[in-house]
């Protein structure tokens, strides 16, 4: 059984291919690509070959050009590589190669120009012409957008889901009982690591249920998600300081636990920053203290919906407190 689409590496390379159409004036939308290249076998380890097949597809016609290779001598740019730099190697957005200095604006915000030794090219896309079937694209852009619509409307908050009192005593409680720890991330493998996409603080509460509040809190939950109160999650509670962010990501994981639905909760609001944002969808919710969002994460096949990719905007002063309540399929 093939992985599912779960974090945000395997989203990169797919936003890379879905960059470059845009930049050859090649705009069909976001599902089309990504539910292409994920039906790869090799999913989430898409080759260059993966990638080139789909394109070719898509309009873009060209020659697959492997090491030893000399990016200089590609014919159209910008173009695709598969590089070796920083001991990693990427799929990456050659922009131009000038100079012997290879220009890869998509890659990094911090450095747009590497020089040729910096690093490797293993492939890359020697473009010869850019054919585009307009009415393919245009329909596949509006069935896109059929689906980000559909997916926003299923997004829903509810004012006043926390009282005041409620969302101090959780605060309260986890600085008392010192459960805050570094957030950790899932990886691939099952485990969980620190991750620099994720620099906030959490803290589990395990003992909710013999809590009488957080108890309450479970069982309304349950109601308003129309669940039962066992697939409900130990709560958590989030603690981001200023600079503190979340990166886009996804709640459910590729194993094990299956988070259905996602409702979290602001337990105030007396900072800057710290917006929760959908970059698939292009929508950002304010955090009000008190105030609990829902949205979905997986379909109804268990896989995870796209348009659920989300993050915590980095805080920009003060410190956001806010309580994650998983629900389970």
Same mark, same amino acid.
């Given at each position: 059984m093939k992985p599912l689409f779960h974090t945000t590496v395997h989203h990169y390379a797919i936003n890379v291919v879905i960059h470059l159409l845009g930049l050859h004036d090649i705009n069909m939308g976001r599902s089309k690509v990504r539910e292409a290249l994920y039906e790869k076998e090799t999913f989430p380890e898409l080759s260059m070959q993966d990638i080139s097949t789909e394109l070719q597809k898509w309009g873009i016609r060209h020659e697959l050009k492997a090491a030893p290779c000399n990016i200089a001598d590609a014919t159209i740019f910008p173009t695709l590589a598969f590089v070796r730099i920083n001991e990693q190697e990427v799929p990456v957005i050659v922009e131009k190669v000038e100079e012997q200095q290879v220009y890869l604006p998509y890659f990094s915000t911090d450095k747009v120009a590497y020089a040729m030794n910096e690093l490797t090219v293993l492939q890359y896309l020697d473009i010869k012409e850019v054919v585009v079937d307009q009415e393919f694209c245009e329909a596949c852009e509006q069935e896109d957008a059929s689906r980000r619509e559909a997916y926003e409307d299923t997004i829903f908050a509810v004012e006043d889901f926390f009282s005041e009192e409620e969302c101090q005593y959780m605060i309260d409680y986890c600085e008392q009982h010192h459960l805050f720890n570094r957030s950790m991330t899932g990886a691939a493998d099952g485990t969980n690591e620190v991750t620099a996409g994720r620099t906030?603080?959490?803290?589990?509460?395990? %003992?909710?249920?013999? =809590?009488?509040?957080?108890?309450?809190?479970?069982?309304?939950?349950? !109601?308003?998600?129309?669940?039962?109160?066992?697939?409900?999650? !130990?709560?958590?509670?989030?603690?981001?300081?200023?600079?503190?962010?979340?990166?886009?990501?996804? =709640?459910?994981?590729?194993?094990?636990? /299956?988070?259905?639905?996602?409702?979290? +909760?602001?337990?105030? =609001?007396?900072?800057?920053?710290?917006?929760?944002?959908?970059?698939?969808? =292009?929508?950002?919710?304010?955090? /009000? /203290?008190?105030? %609990?969002?829902?949205?979905?994460?997986?379909?109804?096949?268990?896989?995870?919906?796209?348009?659920?990719?989300?993050?915590?905007?980095? +805080?920009?002063?003060?410190?956001?407190?806010?309580?994650?309540?998983?629900?389970? +399929?």
């Open positions: 906030s603080y959490s803290a589990f509460i395990t %003992a909710g249920r013999q =809590d009488a509040i957080f108890n309450e809190i479970i069982e309304r939950a349950a !109601d308003l998600m129309e669940v039962e109160a066992t697939r409900i999650e !130990d709560l958590q509670c989030v603690r981001y300081g200023e600079g503190q962010e979340y990166r886009p990501h996804f =709640d459910s994981f590729e194993s094990g636990l /299956k988070r259905r639905a996602t409702l979290l +909760v602001y337990l105030n =609001d007396d900072f800057e920053g710290g917006e929760t944002i959908f970059p698939e969808i =292009d929508v950002s919710i304010s955090p /009000k /203290k008190g105030m %609990a969002l829902a949205f979905i994460n997986l379909d109804e096949q268990h896989n995870d919906i796209i348009y659920a990719l989300h993050g915590g905007a980095p +805080v920009t002063g003060g410190t956001k407190f806010a309580c994650n309540i998983w629900i389970h +399929v």
